[in-house]
C-alpha cells in the first residue's frame, strides 16, 4: 500500500507547475549545457533523485529530441540513452508518444532497446502530450533567475563545509554555484582496469571547487579544491569558471579544464594575463603533481597563438622554473610570434 501511495503523491507533484530552486537548478544547467557529458549527467541526476518539477522533465524530452537526431556519435548515443531511462523513470505517460516517435525512426539497436523498456514504464492517456515545438527553453533559462537563492558564498562558508555534506546542505549555505559540471574520477581497480566515473562539479569564483559523488540516495561532497588567491572577477563573466579551475589546486581539474581551453583556443587577455601570472607563482614547485598543472596552462597561452606570452614562456628557466615546467613552456613559445607588448608578471621583492 505504501508504495502505490507514494506513486501516487509523485504522479500528483508532477502535475503541478514550480519555480525552481536549489538542485534542480543544477539540474536545469546540466541539462542546458553545449557539453553532451553534461547533459548526460544531468540525465543520470534525473533518474536517480526523481525530482518533481516537470519544467525539468519536459527539458530533459527537448533534449532527447535535440540529440536523438545526432545519428553515429557515440558520445550523443550514449546521453540519449540515459535521457530516455530517465523519462521512463519518470512514470509520466505525457512522454509516451515522443518515445514512441523516436523508436518508430529509430535504427540503432541500443536505444531501441531503451526505447521499448521506457515506453513500456508509460501509460498510454488521453491528456495532452507533450510537444516539442511548443517547448519554450527560454522560460527555464528565465527560472534559472529567479527564485530564494539568497545566500552567498563567502570564503568563511566556502571553509565550513565538510566531506559527506549533502547537496542541498550545500546550496543552503553557499547559495547557487558560478560554475556547475562534470568531474570525471578515475580509478585502478585491481582484475578490473582503469574506470572512469562523472561526478557532479561546482565552482564558486575566487573560492574553489567542489566534487560530488552520488551514494546513499543523494549527491554528497567528497572533495573540495582551492582556487589561487587571486581576484578573477575582473575577467569577463563567461570566462570566470574557466579560469577558476584553471587556476586550481587540483591537477586533475586543471587537465581537464586546460583541454578545455585548448579546444575553445581562449583568447580572452585578462583571462590569460591572470594563467601567465599564475605560471610565474608556480614555477619552481618541486610538487610533481603541480608541476604537471602548470605545464599544462602552458600549453593553453601557446594554444591562444597570442604572441604576447612568448617571452614568459621562452625564460622560465632562467628564473628557476621546474624543468618539466621549462619543457613544456620552451615549447610553447616556439609556436608563438613574437610581440612588441609582452606580458610582464608581477614580481615580489624578495625574487
Same mark, same amino acid.
Given at each position: 500500500m ?7 503523491m509523485?504522479?500528483?507533484?508532477f /502535475?503541478s507547475t514550480?519555480?525552481?530552486q ?6 536545469a544547467r ?5 557539453n553532451?557529458?553534461?547533459i548526460?549527467?544531468g540525465a543520470k %541526476?534525473?533518474?536517480n533523485?526523481l525530482l518533481t518539477?516537470?519544467?525539468l522533465?519536459?527539458?530533459? %524530452?527537448y533534449?532527447l529530441?535535440v540529440?536523438?537526431n545526432?545519428a /553515429?556519435?557515440?558520445? %550523443?548515443?550514449d ?5 530516455i531511462?530517465a523519462?521512463?523513470?519518470s512514470q509520466?505517460a505525457?512522454? =509516451?508518444?515522443i518515445?514512441?516517435q $523516436?523508436?518508430?525512426a529509430e535504427?540503432?539497436?541500443?536505444l531501441t =532497446?531503451?526505447?521499448t523498456q521506457a515506453i513500456n514504464?508509460?501509460e498510454?492517456?488521453?491528456q495532452?502530450s507533450?510537444?516539442v515545438? !511548443?517547448?519554450?527553453i527560454n522560460a ?12 552567498e558564498?563567502t *570564503? !568563511?562558508?566556502?571553509?565550513s563545509?565538510q566531506?559527506g555534506?549533502?547537496?542541498?546542505a550545500v546550496?543552503d549555505v553557499? /547559495?547557487?554555484?558560478?560554475?556547475v +559540471?562534470?568531474y570525471i574520477r578515475?580509478f585502478?581497480r585491481?582484475?578490473? +582496469?582503469?574506470?572512469s ?6 565552482s564558486y569564483v575566487n573560492?574553489?571547487?567542489m566534487?560530488?559523488?552520488y551514494?546513499?540516495?543523494s549527491w554528497?561532497?567528497r572533495t573540495k579544491?582551492?582556487?589561487a588567491a587571486?581576484d578573477?572577477?575582473?575577467v569577463d563573466?563567461?570566462y570566470q569558471?574557466?579560469?577558476?579551475r584553471? $587556476?586550481?589546486n587540483d591537477?586533475?581539474q586543471?587537465?581537464a579544464a586546460a ?9 580572452d ?5 591572470q594563467?601567465?601570472?599564475?605560471i ?9 603533481h603541480?608541476?604537471?598543472a602548470?605545464?599544462? $596552462? ?6 591562444? +597563438?597570442?604572441g604576447?606570452?612568448?617571452?614568459l614562456?621562452a !625564460?622560465l628557466g632562467?628564473? /628557476?622554473?621546474?624543468?618539466k ?7 610553447g613559445a616556439?609556436?608563438l ?5 609582452p606580458f *610582464? ?7
Open positions: 505504501k508504495k502505490y501511495l507514494t506513486l501516487f509523485l504522479l500528483v507533484s /502535475g514550480a519555480t525552481m536549489g538542485k534542480e537548478k543544477i539540474y546540466l541539462l542546458l549545457s553545449e553532451t557529458d553534461e548526460k549527467l %541526476a534525473l533518474h533523485d518539477n516537470t519544467m522533465w519536459d527539458l530533459a %524530452a533534449q529530441s540529440i536523438a545526432k /553515429g556519435n557515440a558520445e %550523443a548515443e546521453t540519449a540513452a540515459w535521457l531511462k523519462i521512463g523513470q509520466q505525457k512522454y =509516451r508518444i518515445l514512441e $523516436l523508436d518508430n535504427q540503432n539497436r541500443k =532497446r531503451y526505447l514504464k508509460l498510454k492517456t488521453t495532452p507533450f510537444d515545438t !511548443t517547448f519554450d527555464v533559462q528565465a527560472a534559472l533567475l529567479t527564485g530564494p537563492d539568497k545566500a558564498a *570564503q !568563511t562558508s566556502f571553509d563545509i566531506p555534506t549533502e547537496l542541498a546550496l553557499l /547559495g547557487q554555484p558560478d560554475g +559540471g562534470q578515475q585502478n585491481p582484475f578490473v +582496469g582503469r574506470q566515473f562523472q561526478n557532479l562539479r561546482l573560492l574553489g571547487s566534487e560530488f559523488n551514494e546513499h540516495d554528497r561532497l579544491s582551492v582556487q587571486t578573477i572577477s575582473v563573466q563567461q569558471d574557466l579560469l577558476s584553471l $587556476l586550481s591537477r586533475v586543471v587537465v583541454k578545455e581551453a585548448i579546444s575553445l583556443r581562449l583568447s587577455t585578462e583571462a590569460l594575463d594563467i601567465g601570472q599564475h610565474w607563482n608556480e614555477r619552481a614547485t618541486q610538487d610533481r603541480q608541476a604537471d602548470v605545464a599544462w $596552462l602552458s600549453k593553453v597561452l601557446a594554444a591562444s +597563438g597570442n604576447r606570452y612568448k617571452l614562456l !625564460t632562467e628564473h /628557476g622554473a621546474n624543468a615546467i621549462v619543457k613544456y613552456a620552451l615549447n616556439d609556436k610570434p613574437t610581440d612588441d607588448n *610582464q608578471p608581477v614580481t615580489h621583492s624578495e625574487e
